[in-house]
């Protein structure tokens, strides 16, 4: 996937982004999906946008869905994390699925018609771990297979038009032996198990589901999931939900400076309360911006290269970018909230960060730091730091 700028795909944004934050309350009230910022990505061709051109795609990078995503997130976060959630699986159909007649004519009806994709990785038994199945690919008859998954968690599932699916290889295959599998919105059943009352990020719908799928053989992606997962999955979910909570940040900082300032006009000469506390924001942010800017480059650089994807260092920056951020954007929401005093505790208030300081709190949450943590700490019995300031 190549580098690109990041404004202009941003730029085309702009109008869903727009409708995202005209209906971004009703959203988070409702817990509903944002239907209106989807219809307006669509109809901007951006929901393709990673696809290569010669399938009829945007031909973007992950830069181009980074930025689309922030810019989303500014306004909505529920609609600019379902856009990075999808985006996920578009790079993984990418960067893994040309190969295969199904997938490259997949692909090809994604960009067409603009289909939204979803994920079930979370399972029931299996305590979080997503590297891990208890459901598999099972009774095969000629070239079809049946699925039955508990998934604990499957966001805008009612909504997507396909699901990727993880699963043991075979009815005998350990847990840890995955394969995923797009399953077409007709090929599959959904009995919902668990409801969506929360927090924050009430739009995403990240609803449980009894999946039941019938479908073809061929639509298995070919490589393991394992490797699917470190050479992309891993790397590009960390960095589009780094994107989304940066996005959150950069909101929550503009609007704690527009109170600043409109403050500083009430008396001119004499610094509002809240001055100091928005300079520690703004400092949190361009720290930031600079660890995801960091982590596209470093993506970039190696993102077609196996043998570095896989490497213990690549992965210690990976899941270092997604603790760090998910902490981050809490600790700048909660400085921003400071900064703008009850005007940014208040629900009626233009300056208001409640939806946001209830948003940034899903960051640590989804996959929880303290696993990333734990993996990153048995990383680093195999992998020694070589103390370069480019390294």
């Known amino acids: 996937m190549r580098a690109a700028a990041p404004d202009g795909p941003a730029a085309v944004a702009a109008e869903a982004a727009a409708i995202a934050e005209h ?89 067409g018609e603009q289909l939204l994709l979803a994920s079930a990785t979370t399972e029931a038994g299996i305590g979080g771990d997503v590297r891990s199945s208890v459901c598999s690919v099972e009774g095969e008859t000629g070239g079809a297979f049946r699925l039955e998954k508990q998934a604990t968690v499957i966001s805008y599932g009612a909504e997507a038009d396909a699901i990727l699916v993880t699963a043991r290889r075979a009815a005998d295959s350990p847990p840890s032996d995955q394969v995923i599998v797009p399953v077409l919105r007709g090929q599959a059943r959904l009995e919902e198990i668990g409801g969506w009352d929360t927090l924050g990020m009430r739009g995403t719908r990240s609803v449980g589901y009894r999946l039941v799928a019938e479908a073809e053989r061929a639509q298995i992606l070919p490589l393991p999931y394992a490797d699917i997962s470190a050479r992309t999955m891993l790397p590009v979910t960390h960095i589009l939900w780094s994107s989304v909570w940066l996005g959150i940040a950069t909101d929550a900082v503009a609007r704690a400076a527009a109170f600043i300032r409109a403050e500083a006009r009430k008396r001119p000469g004499t610094p509002p309360p809240g001055a100091r506390r928005l300079a520690e924001a703004t400092a949190g942010l361009q720290a930031m911006r600079g660890l995801v800017r960091g982590a596209l480059a470093r993506f970039e650089e190696v993102a077609d290269d196996p043998d570095r994807l896989t490497a213990p260092g690549f992965a210690v920056a990976m899941n270092t970018l997604k603790t760090e951020a998910a902490e981050m954007v809490v600790r700048i929401v909660g400085q921003a909230m400071l900064a703008g005093g009850l005007a940014a505790y208040r629900n009626d208030s233009p300056y208001s960060l409640c939806r946001h300081l209830r948003d940034a709190h899903s960051a640590p949450l989804m996959i929880n730091n303290d696993r990333i943590l734990g993996n990153t700490a048995n990383l680093l019995l195999a992998h020694r730091d070589n103390g370069s300031l480019f390294g």
């Open 23 to 111: 209906h971004a309350d009703s959203v988070d009230r409702e817990a509903r999906f944002p239907k209106e910022s989807f219809t307006a990505l669509k109809e901007a061709r951006l929901l393709g946008l990673m696809v290569p051109r010669d399938f009829g795609g945007g031909g973007g990078g992950l830069t181009d869905a980074a930025a689309v995503a922030h810019a989303l997130a500014q306004k909505c976060p529920s609609s600019g994390l379902i856009y990075a959630m999808h985006q996920i699986q578009v790079a993984c159909l990418v960067r893994h699925g040309q190969g295969s007649d199904w997938h490259r004519a997949f692909l090809e009806r994604l960009a």
